[in-house]
């Protein structure tokens, strides 16, 4: 396992895989399974992402426990609010002892001071037990961690530390680079959670966030390994480039190997559904392999060819002086077509870029950031096709 600086320990849980096991730089003792179960995809009944098949969900879980996941991840809007309460009634019989359980505040849903602690015993009550092990500030960005501080968050949350109700803090991250840098150093965090995918190296907090918090003992959950499943299920070019590789790992395997080599990655939260993925993830889990790069960068070469604009979100031409996120626009963008998915691409378009107010319709056209573009992308004109496609239905 080439995560250097991160304590690692074996135990065998299963009769066919071993588990391997990990620590956050500043919470020793603890070992956490390098696969955690995140509970946002989950089986639902009739595509109604609001109602979780019980009847599915339940065994899968119950059969990652078994298997050695000891990290279950849950947030506050998963399943529209229903995540949380699976969790409650899923742990049941013994199975919460077996796990540390995480969730997350809304902090786009607080109002005032006193919300903080009255979301945390309301998501007590939903998942049905007395302590939240791993509680994280959800999906900060530059502005939303302004609005955590204008409403005194990281005060309501120390009070919850101090009688119990939470243990570890720390927080999710969907933001530029410089807002991540600038969240890592406000407080002392024990962990953070940061998209993470052979295809966004440099998006949001990517590679270089990652090396950021993992210098200063901050240890990090990687979500979205397979980029919402896109990476699981490629295109036939992109399944011939793995299929050719000489190994026989699916394309998941492939893109979850790439995140476990990453060092600083203390664990990856994968979405599974299905037990056929779970065994999967849980077989790449406990067979480490060394890496060979040129299949996923040939991978990768693939879906940035069909990208409709050329931008390699490094950043380079933030900040924008009238407030533009760049990089995250074109992402989005990017999404539309790399993954036939213009939904998708609008979600994030909408999600990362126009709720934190950083839209291309911002754009002045002022030519500060071309200049800085090491693509020579023709910017301005480029936010405008992006802004005009995924706002439109
Ligand atoms: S051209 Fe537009 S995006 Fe670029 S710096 Fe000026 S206002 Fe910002
Ligand atoms: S500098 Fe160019 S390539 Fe880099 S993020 Fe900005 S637009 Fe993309």
């Known amino acids: 396992m080439p995560t250097s600086g991160i304590v690692f320990g074996v135990r065998t849980l299963h009769t066919e895989m071993t588990m391997r096991y990990a620590s956050f730089p500043k919470i020793p003792g603890l070992e956490v399974s390098v696969l955690g179960f995140g509970a946002m995809r989950l089986p639902t009944?009739?595509?109604?992402?609001?109602?979780?098949?019980?009847?599915?969900a339940t065994p899968l879980l119950h059969e990652a426990i078994s298997a050695g996941i000891n990290y279950v991840d849950t947030a506050w809007p998963y399943h529209g609010g229903e995540s949380e309460m699976f969790l409650g009634r899923a742990l049941h019989g013994g199975w919460r002892e077996k796990v540390k359980l995480a969730t997350k505040s809304p902090v786009w849903a607080v109002r005032s001071e006193g919300d903080w602690e009255r979301i945390v015993d309301a998501q007590l009550k939903k998942l049905d037990t007395e302590r939240i092990d791993f509680y994280l500030m959800h999906a900060l960005s530059g502005p939303r961690w302004d609005a955590v501080k204008r409403l005194r968050g990281m005060e309501a949350l120390e009070r919850a530390r101090l009688d119990g109700r939470i243990d570890h803090v720390g927080f999710s991250f969907h933001g530029s680079c410089d807002d991540f840098k600038r969240i890592v150093d406000a407080y002392d965090w024990e962990f953070c959670q940061i998209q993470l995918n052979y295809l966004d190296e440099a998006f949001q907090a990517g590679l270089e966030g990652l090396?950021?918090?993992?210098?200063?003992?901050?240890?990090?959950?990687?979500?979205?390994?397979?980029?919402?499943?896109?990476?699981?299920?490629?295109?036939?070019?992109?399944?011939?480039?793995?299929?050719?590789?000489?190994?026989?790992?699916?394309?998941?395997?492939?893109?979850?190997?790439?995140?476990?080599?990453?060092?600083?990655?203390?664990?990856?939260?994968?979405?599974?559904?299905?037990?056929?993925?779970?065994?999967?993830?849980?077989?790449?889990?406990?067979?480490?392999?060394?890496?060979?790069?040129?299949?996923?960068?040939?991978?990768?070469?693939?879906?940035r060819a069909r990208a409709k604009v050329n931008c390699t979100t490094c950043g380079y031409c933030q900040p924008c002086p009238s407030g533009v996120s760049i990089p995250e626009t074109f992402a989005a963008y990017a999404t539309a077509t790399m993954f036939d998915s213009k939904a998708v691409a609008a979600w994030m378009y909408e999600t990362f870029v126009l709720k934190n107010e950083a839209g291309a319709d911002r754009c002045v056209s002022c030519g500060e950031c071309e200049a800085r573009c090491p693509q020579l992308i023709p910017i301005a004109e480029k936010l405008r096709e992006a802004h005009a496609y995924l706002t439109s239905r």
């Open 45 to 56: 009944v009739g595509g109604d992402v609001t109602r979780i098949d019980y009847e599915i």
């Open 211 to 303: 090396r950021y918090a993992a210098a200063r003992g901050i240890g990090v959950i990687a979500m979205e390994p397979l980029r919402g499943g896109a990476l699981a299920r490629v295109p036939p070019p992109v399944e011939a480039i793995f299929k050719h590789s000489g190994k026989p790992w699916s394309p998941a395997e492939w893109a979850l190997r790439w995140v476990w080599a990453q060092p600083g990655v203390v664990t990856v939260l994968s979405g599974m559904n299905l037990q056929a993925q779970l065994r999967e993830n849980l077989m790449a889990a406990s067979t480490p392999a060394a890496l060979d790069m040129a299949p996923l960068r040939e991978a990768e070469g693939f879906y």
